[in-house]
């Protein structure tokens, strides 16, 4: 199973930013979204499609129907340049499996 | 506080086997709780690794699977991969975290080991 990210977006600050993640009937599955800075370890921002950890901003939502689920981040932030990677749970094949990530620039 | 972290060597040689520990606080590996191992080479994306759950069941990237033995020591809350022949393309961040069925909502910081 693959998950399919654009390499890179940019938004401007006070911007919203639209990461895609394209997968055969993605919207079948759970999607969830990580956060990585540079330097940093990965942070859960989305699970089960659209639910936020406590502690993540309000600004990350998501969205899942189809073939294409959606990371959203509203009024983008500097603090917001990062790697965003999607990952479902593939119950077919047993396994974990990532999208190749997207660079959020803020520009 | 649930904590993970990461332990190691930094250095290995080609061809042999690495060993890596993930120390965890704050949570027990009971029922429906899994570890994993994910791994970042340099310039490269996420790439999961290894599962295993409180039941003993294992998961292995297919791709590794005979290179990789996942286990784990519940009364040292204790989880142990090791990868054999190793190869300088294995040099990477490796990560542990708590989950991956069907995510990992907490992260280890991560080890940098490289393969020269």
């Known amino acids: 199973y693959v998950l399919t990210q654009p390499p890179s977006v940019s938004a401007a600050p006070g911007a919203t930013a639209t990461i895609p993640c394209g997968g055969s009937n993605i919207g079948d599955k759970r999607v969830h979204w990580y956060q990585q800075r540079p330097g940093q370890a990965p942070v859960l921002v989305i699970f089960d499609d659209n639910s936020r950890p406590s502690g993540v901003s309000g600004r990350f939502s998501g969205f899942n129907s189809g073939e294409k689920a959606t990371l959203t981040i509203s009024r983008v932030e500097a603090g917001d340049a990062a790697d965003y990677y999607c990952?479902?749970?593939?119950?077919?094949?047993?396994?974990?499996?990532f999208g190749g990530g997207t660079e959020l620039t803020v520009l | 506080q649930i904590a993970l972290e990461e332990s190691g060597p930094a250095l290995v040689n080609p061809t042999q086997t690495l060993t890596l520990t993930c120390t965890f606080s704050g949570f027990s590996l009971s029922s429906g709780v899994a570890v994993g191992w994910v791994r970042r080479p340099p310039g490269k994306p996420l790439e999961w690794l290894a599962l295993?759950?409180?039941?003993?069941?294992?998961f292995y990237r297919p791709s590794l699977r005979g290179r990789l033995t996942i286990s784990k020591d519940t009364s040292k809350h204790q989880v142990v991969v090791t990868m054999s022949d190793l190869d300088p393309l294995d040099t990477a961040t490796y990560y542990c975290?708590?989950?991956?069925?069907?995510?990992?909502?907490?992260w280890g910081q991560g080890l940098l080991v490289t393969v020269s």
């Open positions: 295993i759950y409180w039941d003993d069941t294992k």
């Open positions: 975290a708590r989950g991956g069925d069907p995510y990992f909502d907490f």
């Open positions: 990952q479902v749970w593939e119950s077919g094949g047993d396994r974990v499996v």
